[in-house]
Nanobody
Framework: QVQLVESGGGLVQAGGSLRLSCAAS????????MAWFRQAPGKEREFVAA????????YYADSMRGRIAVSRDNPKNTVYLQMNSLKPEDTAVYYC???????????????????WGQGTQVTVSS
């Protein structure tokens, strides 16, 4: 089992920045591809970013590319999501997710992730 705990969400004005953190425990963190998803009220959960377990290759959703950066610190068992130039449409609950090295293929489908955090609310005011 892998336990994930997100932090860093909050209320920010449009154009502002936030850095989300996700602390993992339970298994060898470096063997897991980590991802961020978000879900706004009435909408489906959507992919935001991922970073692979092997060579830490980042992947980004087109809607946020250029405004976000995903990184990981394996010794600290933590993955980060730096978000800049935030917009009101970025308002959502942001979730951290993990999948093990045995899972291959696209990093974007939520169904490929076995472990999820409880989410952290990000609200961007206009």
């Amino acid at each position: 089992q892998v336990q994930l705990v997100e932090s860093g969400g909050g209320l920010v004005q449009a154009g502002g920045s936030l850095r989300l953190s996700c602390a993992a425990s339970g298994r060898t963190f470096s063997h897991y591809t980590m991802a961020w998803f978000r879900q706004a009220p009435g909408k489906e959960r959507e992919f935001v970013a991922a970073i692979t377990w092997s060579v830490s290759t980042p992947y980004y959703a087109d809607s946020m590319r250029g405004r976000i950066a995903v990184s990981r610190d394996n010794p600290k068992n933590t993955v980060y999501l730096q978000m800049n130039s935030l917009k009101p449409e970025d308002t959502a609950v942001y979730y951290c997710a993990a999948r093990d090295q045995q899972t291959i293929g696209l990093v974007t489908p939520p169904s490929t992730y076995a472990y999820w955090g409880q989410g952290t609310q990000v609200t961007v005011s206009s």
